[in-house]
């Protein structure tokens, strides 16, 4: 079954756009990451124009985030007021990502800086995850204790000013790391269509030295509403929110969602950090074979309505 796509104009089969939402939710549910690192991809090999894919990954995102935030919630799996705090910085950068995507698509540029950030960023923080939680794989095979961090020692985050006490993750720092981390991660949601919980969830775990359980349901937490934001914003000043589209990826996404987090409580913290690095790479690879690789037609006529 078809339907026409007004936003992406083009026509699509629900079938597909229904199976990758709940796939992407799942994914948003297992791991604490929003899936718009996957899920804007995936348009994009769709034939969904890059803009439209960036703008409308984002509805998506926010629907299969809620649902996995809740769920998390419901465990008891969120620091609300460490959320709080990178919601703060990430509607900061949010407002930045989406003028530069206005500028970029003026341009004509926008589409390979899409692409060039992709495999940036998922090259080096996927290699970097899949290594860390390799040997934290090892060690637990070999029976020595794990532990990301010592208490009361947090290196150089310790002697930062401004330091607040964030009970759920038993942490007392600075609040100027999270602020950074979430004005990052809020940037790189306008500009890529993510909700940046593949750059949010290991900065949490490598800098932060959160507990990866509480993590993944702050992770959640805070990508919720930095992405609605940055939705919301492309829809008004970009125009590139494909509402059609968005209603099928978001009512399988939110499904999806909910199986996720379920899978993800039989998981330990390591073997979901492997996993999810191991996905982060996959997609890189994916993204930078279409930019080497040579295409099947150099030239097209078809948009100037010659062929």
Not at 11 to 40: C, D, H, K, Y
Not at 167 to 194: E, N, T, W
Not at 200 to 222: D, E
Request: aromatic share 8%; with cysteine.
């Amino acid at each position: 079954m078809h339907i026409y796509l007004p936003i992406a104009e083009m026509s699509a089969n629900v079938w597909i756009f229904l199976g990758m939402g709940w796939a992407v939710g799942f994914l948003s549910g297992l791991f604490g990451v929003g899936g718009g690192f996957l899920m804007t991809p995936l348009l994009i090999f769709s034939g969904i124009p890059p803009a439209v894919a960036v703008g409308t990954g984002g509805a998506q995102v926010v629907a299969s985030s809620v649902a996995g935030a809740l769920a998390q919630y419901r465990r008891n799996n969120v620091d609300v007021k460490m959320g709080v705090v990178l919601l703060s910085g990430g509607l900061f950068g949010g407002i930045i990502g989406v003028q530069i995507v206005r500028i970029l698509r003026a341009a004509g540029q926008f589409d390979l800086f899409v692409a060039l950030s992709y495999v940036l960023f998922l090259g080096v923080i996927g290699g970097l995850m899949l290594i860390e939680s390799a040997n934290a794989m090892r060690q637990a095979r070999a029976g020595k204790a794990l532990s990301m961090r010592q208490s009361g020692q947090h290196g150089w985050v310790h002697h930062l000013p401004l330091k607040m006490r964030f009970h759920r993750s038993k942490l007392y720092i600075s609040a100027i790391p999270p602020l950074m981390i979430g004005a990052f991660v809020g940037f790189m949601a306008a500009i890529m269509g993510v909700g940046g919980g593949f750059i949010l969830v290991p900065a949490m775990i490598y800098l932060l030295r959160m507990p990866t359980s509480v993590v993944v349901g702050t992770s959640l937490f805070q990508i919720v509403f930095v992405t609605a934001t940055t939705t919301v914003m492309h829809a008004t000043s970009n125009h590139s929110v494909d509402i059609v589209l968005a209603v099928l990826l978001i009512s399988s996404g939110v499904i999806g969602a909910q199986a996720g987090a379920i899978a993800g409580a039989k998981l330990r913290g390591e073997q979901l950090r492997f996993l999810l690095a191991a996905l982060v790479l996959l997609v890189c690879i994916r993204i930078g074979w279409d930019l080497v690789v040579t295409p099947t037609e150099l030239f097209s006529l078809d948009r100037l309505g010659l062929h």
